[in-house]
């Protein structure tokens, strides 16, 4: 089931999203969210959150990708808990998201940077309709400071 985050689901989203931020292969953040993860979530146009056995074990933050003319597109970021992934939870989350965007009105959704080796997200945003736009050469930062390619996304809504 895939519902609302609400304030009492922080510490399990706090840190779903921060072991993301921690393997540095997906997130363009490089730092943790600490004080701030509240407000971070609650400022979101939407933050979902993945249950399972009562549990949170994914979760998605949706928003506008740009400001003015361009606030009509939505981004999103996804995060699974290690434990639960390749349990399609990923998938659903997108779906989700998929959903909330044309309900608050957004008409395309944007990924910016989906890091090359990412396969399995490739694969799930063809499978779902997404449109890849290219690859931008060494878009990506790793921490050990090599440069990988990355691809952007869209769907209409």
């Known amino acids: ?11 399990a989203a706090e840190n779903i ?17 600490t004080d701030d993860a509240l407000s971070f979530f609650q400022s979101q146009s939407y933050t979902g959150v993945a249950v399972r056995d009562g549990e949170i074990v ?3 933050i949706l928003h506008p990708n740009n400001v003015g003319r361009c606030s009509h597109i939505a981004n999103a970021s996804y995060a699974v808990a290690s434990s639960m992934r390749g349990m399609r939870i ?26 090359k080796s990412n ?6 945003y063809r499978k779902l309709g997404f449109t890849p736009l290219g690859t931008i050469s060494g878009g990506f930062r790793h921490d ?9 996304y869209y769907i209409e809504l």
């Open 144 to 152: 050990d400071g090599s440069y990988e390619d990355i691809i952007p």
């Open 17 to 33: 999203w921060n072991e993301v931020v921690k393997e540095g292969n997906t997130f363009p953040q490089d730092e943790i969210l």
């Open 58 to 60: 994914g979760l998605y």
């Open 90 to 115: 990923g998938e659903e989350l997108v779906k989700d998201s998929l959903q909330v965007a044309k309900k608050l009105g957004f008409r395309i959704l944007q990924f910016n940077a989906v890091v």
């Open 119 to 124: 396969e399995k997200a490739h694969k799930l």
């Open 1 to 11: 089931m895939i519902r609302e985050f609400m304030s009492s689901d922080l510490p």
